[in-house]
Structure formats: C-alpha cells, structure tokens
C-alpha cells in the first residue's frame, strides 16, 4: 500500500469531529466574531476583562483539546506550560533585566523546549499511565515554584512586571488589552484549526481512534503523538504569556493541579474534539469562577453541579450536545 493510499485510509478511520465549511458553521463563526469585535462597544470595564480572561482561558482549552479531543490523551499537567511561560516572561523581565520581546521570545521557546522533554518522559505511557505522567512532571515545577525562593519568590510570586506595546500600541486599558488578546485568540484559533483539520490531523485523529491499525500502516504514532505534545505546550506558553501580561504577578498556584483540572473540566464540558467546544467551555469555566463566585459562596460546587448537569445530558459537549438537539428539533436527523 502507498503512502497516498495510507493517508486516505487514514483519514477515513478517523472519523471527522466537524464537517467542514457548512454554511450553519460559517454563520456561527462569523457572527461570533461580530459580537466579539463589538464586546467593548457596548460592556463596561468587569465585562471586558471577563472576557479577556476568557480568551487566554479559551486558548488554553484549545491547546489541551489538541491532546485530549484529537489525540485522545487526557493531561492533568497541560497548566505547567502556561505557568512556566509566564514565570519565564516575569523573571527575564523583572530580575533579567531584558525587554518584553526578549522574555517573550525566551518564555515561548523555553517553554516549548520543556515540552519536547516532558512528552519524551510522558508518552512512554498511554491512558491513565500518560495522565498520571503528566500530572506528576506539573507537581514537579509547581513544587520548584514555590520552594526555589530565590527565583521564584516563593509563595510571594513574582510582580512588577508590565505590559508590553506592541508595534508601539499601549495595551493598559481595558478595551486595548482586550483587543490584543483577542487578535492573538483569533491568529490562535485560526492556526490550531488548520492543524487538526490537515492531513497530519487526520493521521492524529487516526492513532487516536485505530493506533495499531495506524502503526500497519506505516505511521509513527509515537512520533504523531509527540509533535502534537509538542504544538499543545507551544500554545498553552502563549495563554501563558497572555495570563501574566493581563495579571502583571505570576504565583505557584498558575501551575497547580487546580489549573490544569479546570482547563480540562473546560474542553470536557464544551465538548472535546470539536473547535468550538473548549471556547463555550471555557467561557462557563470563567464566568462561574469570576461572576457566579461573587453571588455564591461554594462556586466550586455550582461548577460541579453544572458539569453533572452536562455529563448526564449532553455526554459529548455542550456544542455538539446542542447541535445534536438542534437536528432533533429541526428533522435534521435524530
């Protein structure tokens, strides 16, 4: 069998999360991007801010849904990235003494660089063995954060960091950071979209559903798996770099176990597998733990409440729970 053809077939055991270019799907997208784009016209400065941690929360979800929805390898470390990119980004700036595009390019790098290795150590392992892996290898650089003070800072964190200008723009504002943060969402959401619908994410969703079928056929899973490891932590560095320039102070807790379960509860609930999914779930994530807390005491456990709530009716995601529904209702299928 030719390489071609093993593609083909490749592509045809994985069967697609989304189909491609409907015009519903478009039309979903487009006005999205409209209400998005219009957000700061009609919010105030709480809304714009919630929302601006729902875009790097969004990031974040869509970078650990590469593994768990297409690659099928759950993670409760994926926050690691995020908190190392950030911890990077505040030390070469606050105590390095570098510009914002230095540690920014220095945080990116070293934290992909990091990624590479722990998908070396985690991939060694599948299923509960990789979750357990991953969730380990976080504790390690949650544990270093708060004990290595004299890096660190400890339990104190690390502040006086400020946000940078791009292209000379001045991001302090509300409404500019929020305008950053979301060209940064878009050029994400665009790039991990073209990822996981290309060939190799044909081949991804192959050692996903069929790895010994796909091994037959003459693809490295492993190697499939790793790339995939690597590109999630290239990502979650930048809801890193987002998270500490919206924040200005960077702590241990960023690389908690807290973090990671909740990016995770995000693209579980929203649905995995889909692009849209972590984005919804993200969102709920976000807007229980920064609105629903101020009303209710035990958010956490609204949160819980919510994801039964979920996981008993809409086992797949809220997206494709909803999109299911709405094939019901309007005789597109059952």
Do not use: C
């Not at 290239?234 to 960077?250: Q, R």
């Amino acid at each position: 069998m030719s390489k071609v053809e093993a593609t083909d077939t490749a592509a045809a055991a994985a069967a697609p999360v989304e189909k491609r270019n409907t015009p519903l799907r478009l039309a979903v997208y487009a006005v999205s991007g409209a209400l998005l784009l219009a957000l700061p016209l009609f919010s105030g400065d709480f809304y714009i801010n919630l929302a601006s941690q729902i875009l790097i929360a969004a990031i974040f979800a869509l970078s650990l849904n590469l593994l768990v929805g297409y690659g099928g390898l759950s993670s409760l470390g994926h926050a690691s990235f995020l908190g190392l990119s950030a911890y990077f980004a505040a030390w070469f700036f606050t105590r390095g003494g570098m510009d914002h595009t230095s540690s920014a390019l220095i945080a990116l790098f070293g934290t992909t660089v990091v990624a590479g290795l722990f998908g070396l150590i985690a991939l060694r392992a599948s299923g509960l063995g990789f979750l357990m892996i991953t969730l380990a290898l976080s504790q390690v650089l949650w544990g270093v954060a708060f004990r290595w003070s004299s890096v660190t800072n400890g339990d104190n964190g690390l502040s006086g960091l400020t946000r940078p200008m791009p292209f000379g723009l001045d991001i302090n504002g509300a409404d500019s950071f929020y305008w950053f943060s979301l060209v940064i969402f878009a050029v994400s959401f665009v790039l991990m979209a073209v990822f996981t619908e290309s060939a190799f994410g044909s081949a991804l969703r192959g050692t996903r559903d069929q790895p010994r079928r796909m091994a037959a056929l003459g693809f490295d899973v492993w190697l499939i798996r790793w790339i995939t490891f690597v590109y999630a932590g290239f990502w979650g560095a930048v809801a890193g770099l987002l998270y500490v320039y919206y924040h200005k102070y960077i702590h241990p807790t960023s690389l908690s176990i807290t973090a990671s379960a909740e990016g995770l509860l995000a693209v579980i609930a929203g649905g995995s597998g889909t692009l849209g999914g972590p984005v919804v779930g993200a969102a709920l994530v976000m807007i229980l733990k920064n609105y629903a807390s101020a009303y209710v005491e035990r958010w956490n456990m609204l949160l819980g409440l919510v994801f039964l709530f979920i996981v008993i009716f809409m086992p797949e995601g809220l997206v494709p729970g909803t999109k299911r529904l709405w094939k019901r209702f309007t005789g597109g299928g059952k």
